[in-house]
């Protein structure tokens, strides 16, 4: 682990992983809007989401996503990994109240290029909602 938390390319093993723990609120999804500029009332509206397949509002696909990019960033590896990869599928929808566990594990390592391939999955209630692959390019104890 480094000063700032997290760990260098060294310090990595295949398995090691990373969870967090995320309740998506109501102003986790106004917030998302806001930055993203999506405000697709599938997210906004209760009205509308109720006419849709979901019966009611969802989180943003990317909302739920971007949880992944704060463990690449805060915790494996962490800080000065260089996030240069993403590979998903979005399973099944994520609802204001739900509890996400975001997961990282370290698949693969390549010594050329510090790079890191992490198998990566959001889960609510036991079932997955996105699943994929992350790939990025871990601090190395040279640099």
Excluded at 43 to 61: P, V, Y
Excluded at 90 to 102: E, L, Y
Aim: include cysteine; glycine fraction near 12%.
């Amino acid at each position: 682990m480094t000063q700032f938390g997290g760990y260098k390319y060294e310090d990595l093993e295949v398995g090691q992983f990373h969870e967090t723990v995320h309740t998506i609120t109501e102003n986790d999804i106004q917030r998302f809007a806001e930055v993203s500029g999506d405000f697709n009332p599938l997210h906004m509206s209760d009205e509308f989401a109720a006419t849709t397949i979901f019966g009611k509002r969802i989180a943003h696909g990317a909302l739920t996503a971007s949880y992944i990019s704060g463990i690449l960033g805060n915790n494996l590896p962490g800080p000065g990994a260089i996030f240069v990869g993403l590979s998903m599928r979005f399973k099944r929808p994520v609802h204001i109240g739900d509890v996400v566990t975001v997961r990282a594990e370290v698949a693969e390592k390549q010594d050329r290029g510090n790079r890191v391939t992490l198998k990566i999955e959001c889960i609510v209630e036991g079932k997955r909602v996105i699943s994929g692959e992350a790939e990025v390019v871990a601090p190395s104890r040279g640099k």
